[in-house]
């Protein structure tokens, strides 16, 4: 019989492979103002940012020199170990304003051996050379043909497999360590919006349930979520969204697509192709109980700038229960949001999601 007291405090942890080794599934960073925490959530964003997009030719890296430095000229490095489907892997690169000096790849397995999957070093502007190990894509060619070729000077080598090589063709690794910049990291900064939020809780009565659920629990007043669909006509829409945005979105739409826009007054309008195209706006509502305890609806724009916020942390803390992916959440405590409340409201999530594990597994043996 499994031991549950031991159970309940391994689950909060997550082992790493071929190691004694295991890191937090929860942590907090704090510090004063000015100690560098929103240094290292913009260093996350500049690597994830130039491990999966190509840079325009002469426009350099886009790194932020550190300011308080005594030659802002000098390269910036980052060095990233992360777990991406229980494997261990190692990115880093040196960059200036101009080029991508160095980059590596590694993967660390078992008694931290480590191997190099690629080494890349810029030496000028017209002389690039990237190493790729034989061993490893000896089965993905393109990879290796692709390293034959300079790459840009100012771009990443992995940014250059994302954008140039279809999944199949770049092998395990690499489909597994492009997948968690793409999908399995997340940064939810301070102005953050999700995306098509009335969507999810349009599509998911799940996630409305989750996001209802929270909001009652977190004392924000809001007993509710409902969303107004109303179906326009294109020259509506055209009246909505800049003309050159909205024809560029209508000539990749294909069919039994749904491309989700937002307007300026932050609605969001989706245009359906089946067949004919279709058009809609989408509003999000919050329900209150008012004095005489029937609902009055809000548009969820007039609520505070603190429950707003809120909503917008709610899909990670969804997602935090059931997904693998890594969630970098900066100033989690702006526009008002206590702190208190939402730290009761992820520790509640947490217990229902270990005591849901426990069930799971209490009847193993």
């Not at 160095?102 to 051996?113: A, N």
Request: hydrophobic residues 40%.
């Amino acid at each position: 019989m499994v031991n549950r007291r031991y159970l309940i405090v391994l689950i909060d942890r997550i082992p790493i492979t071929g190691t004694e080794e295991n890191v937090l599934r929860l942590a907090v960073l704090y510090g004063a103002n000015g100690a560098g925490k929103s240094n290292l959530f913009k260093a996350l964003a500049f690597l994830k940012l130039v491990a999966l997009k190509p840079r325009r030719k002469g426009g350099g890296t886009g790194r932020q020199a550190f300011r308080f430095g005594d030659r802002g000229d000098l390269p910036s490095a980052f060095d990233l170990q992360f777990l991406a489907d229980n494997r261990l892997f190692r990115y880093g690169l040196k960059a200036d304003d101009q080029y991508i000096r160095e980059e590596w790849l590694v993967e660390v397995k078992q008694g931290e051996q480590e191997t190099v999957l690629f080494e890349r070093k810029t030496q000028s502007p017209n002389e690039t050379t990237v190493d790729v190990n034989e061993k490893v894509f000896r089965k993905s060619k393109k990879v290796g043909a692709l390293a034959n070729v300079d790459p840009p000077p100012n771009q990443s080598f992995l940014a250059t497999i994302f954008a140039m090589l279809q999944p199949a063709e770049i092998g395990d690794a690499l489909k597994t360590v492009t997948h968690w910049f793409s999908d399995g990291l997340e940064l939810i900064g301070p102005q953050t919006t999700v995306r098509s939020l009335p969507q999810m809780l349009n599509m998911d009565p799940s996630f409305t349930q989750f996001s209802e659920a929270l909001l009652r629990g977190s004392d924000t007043g809001v007993d509710g979520l409902d969303i107004l669909k109303n179906e326009l006509t294109e020259a509506d829409i055209r009246n909505l969204v800049p003309e050159e945005h909205l024809n560029e979105v209508l000539n990749d739409l294909e069919e039994n697509d749904t491309a989700v826009l937002k307007t300026e007054d932050e609605h969001e309008v989706w245009i359906e192709k089946k067949g004919n195209l279709h058009f809609y706006s989408m509003t999000l509502r919050s329900r209150h109980k008012n004095l005489s305890g029937t609902d009055t609806l809000l548009d969820f724009s007039e609520e505070s700038d603190g429950t707003r916020r809120f909503l917008n942390l709610i899909p990670a803390l969804h997602e935090v229960a059931k997904s693998p992916k890594v969630f970098f959440i900066d100033e989690i405590d702006q526009s008002l949001i206590r702190i208190i409340t939402l730290r009761t409201a992820i520790s509640n999530l947490l217990k229902r999601h270990c005591q849901k594990h426990v069930r799971k597994t209490s009847t193993s043996r």
